[in-house]
Nanobody, 123 residues
Framework: QVQLVESGGGLVQAGGSLRLSCAAS????????MGWFRQAPGKEREFIAA????????LHADSVKGRFTISRDNAKSTLYLQMNSLKPEDTAVYYC????????????????WGQGTQVTVSS
């Protein structure tokens, strides 16, 4: 069993920054591919970013490329999403997730999910 707890969400003005964290427990953190997804009211769940087990190689959705950066600290068993130049359309609940497959954008490949953290960006 894997437990994931997101934190760092909140209210921020457009153009501002937030850093989301996802603390993992229950398994060896370095064994997992991890990703971030988001879901806004009335919208489908959207892939944001993913990172390989040891970091380095990452994927970022076109909608956030150049603004958001995924990273991980295996020593702290923590996943991060640095969000810069935030826009109102970034408003959503953000979820971290674990895949035991290779790095992928497909949400059905992620088998463990956190409860989410709300990010609200005001204009």
């Amino acid at each position: 069993q894997v437990q994931l707890v997101e934190s760092g969400g909140g209210l921020v003005q457009a153009g501002g920054s937030l850093r989301l964290s996802c603390a993992a427990s229950g398994r060896t953190f370095s064994s997992y591919v991890m990703g971030w997804f988001r879901q806004a009211p009335g919208k489908e769940r959207e892939f944001i970013a993913a990172i390989r087990r040891i970091g380095g190689t990452t994927l970022h959705a076109d909608s956030v490329k150049g603004r958001f950066t995924i990273s991980r600290d295996n020593a702290k068993s923590t996943l991060y999403l640095q969000m810069n130049s935030l826009k109102p359309e970034d408003t959503a609940v953000y979820y971290c997730a674990v895949s035991i497959e290779t790095i992928t954008t497909a949400d059905y490949k992620y088998i463990y999910w956190g409860q989410g953290t709300q990010v609200t960006v005001s204009s």
